[in-house]
């Protein structure tokens, strides 16, 4: 026997039969087995019982059904179609020798179709091609070339506008450069992204919490919503009233199902989460540090960047500083970078009435603000993230660490604050 099979499908199972009859169901274990095909997974049940089962679970990577119990199998393979997630390749079983509905299984997307009764031989070849199909994309089609960049925004403080850049690059990444893209919210109590794009967040967010071993393309697919061609988005609105039990599983599936489904994954993710769920950094490749020119936002961002350091040593870091305003800041941008050891990335001024504009019209800052400076500052955000991405893994080493005191320059900070005010 083979080792057992593994597509690399998420959690779908490798391989699912839908029988009619003993006698083929007997045939086709020792195949299926020989083939390193779970043969647990071939029940009798035909046509209907392959729908029943798909509309409540993912799609195997490969499914054989048999139509013979079926009246009118032109009509119901219909019904196999609107619950069978795309990506399965389906071999079609039956008794009817008529080459009308070959060919119209095979318009359905039928992989196959295997006139009744069958050998083993046959079976095996079918089930032996089905595999080659789904192994060949992965070696020489486009799917070879697909690579995944995943950028977390954090807010150094509350309200600093992590949310609204998160929106505004999920919306950039989507539109201006055309790339599918997954916003992920996690800020499952309060998030705002669904809201701000005047969206229903729906339930998505809470169901993969709830169910993290549910998670896969089919879920995403039903989860997500869309806020436009390329860009769909997970979210919630969890109840305040009962704490939500989450040890983190959900979010480490999700952001592996994303990884196969976009090219790129925006994720807004409130700190807290750096400590109640470090591991998330791991799959993160560019760390959007979002912060306003303040002395709490000083000290923050010094201590996150340490963080960061540690626990995220693969994660490029990029300090962005939002809400700046026209005239002086509370603390200069020059003592800031000095405080911090490192050079403010991107500066993106305090725009008032574009956000509130944003605000009112339901669209994202970078959509509303397109034609001024802050437009301008937030498309230059987008465009270095893709670059880091072209780019990923070139990039030196980060400078060695020091002592977070040693940095932190509070009084000298306090002095110049008082001075300028
Ligand atoms: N550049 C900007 N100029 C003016 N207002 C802005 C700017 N960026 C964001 N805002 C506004 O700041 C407010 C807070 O923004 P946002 O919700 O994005 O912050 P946050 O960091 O995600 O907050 P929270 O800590 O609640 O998650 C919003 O009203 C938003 O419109
Ligand atoms: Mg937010």
Sequence with gaps: MNAAWKPGLGQRDPFAAFLCDEATLALLRPVATDLGLVAEKCVIGGLRAAIQSLAVSASPAILLVDLSDSSDPLNEIGGLAEVCEPGTVVIALGRVNDVRLYR?????????????PVTGAQLSDALQQAKDTLLAPAATGPEAAHSHHATALIGIRGGVGASTLATSLG?????????????????????????????????????????????????????????????????????????????????????????????????????????SHPHLLAQVNTVVLVTELTLPCARDTIRILSWLKQHAP?????????????????????????????????????????????AKLGKTLAEVAQAGRTGAALRALATAILGAAEQAGADPPPPAARSLLDRFDIKGLLAKKQSTS
């Design 104 to 116: 119209h299984l095979m318009a359905s997307g039928i992989h196959d179709y295997l006139l009744k």
């Design 171 to 275: 919306w950039l990444f989507s539109t201006a450069h055309r790339r599918p893209t997954a916003l992920l919210d996690l800020d499952v109590h309060f998030g705002s992204a669904a809201i701000s794009l005047d969206l229903e967040p729906g339930r998505g967010l809470v169901d993969a919490i709830a169910n993290p071993g549910r998670i896969d393309g089919l879920f995403i697919e039903r989860a997500m919503i869309r806020a436009n061609d390329r860009l769909a988005i997970l979210s919630a609105e969890a109840p305040i009233d009962t704490p939500l039990v989450n040890d983190g599983a959900a979010y480490l599936h999700l952001q592996e199902e994303f990884r196969h489904s976009f090219d790129l994954t925006v994720i807004d993710m409130p700190r807290a989460m750096l400590i």
């Design 314 to 358: 693969g994660a490029q870091p990029l300090v962005v500083a939002n809400k700046v305003p026209p005239g002086t800041a509370e603390i200069a941008k020059g003592d800031f970078e000095s405080s911090i050891e490192r050079s403010i990335d991107h500066l993106i001024p305090a725009d008032p009435k574009s956000a509130t504009a944003a």
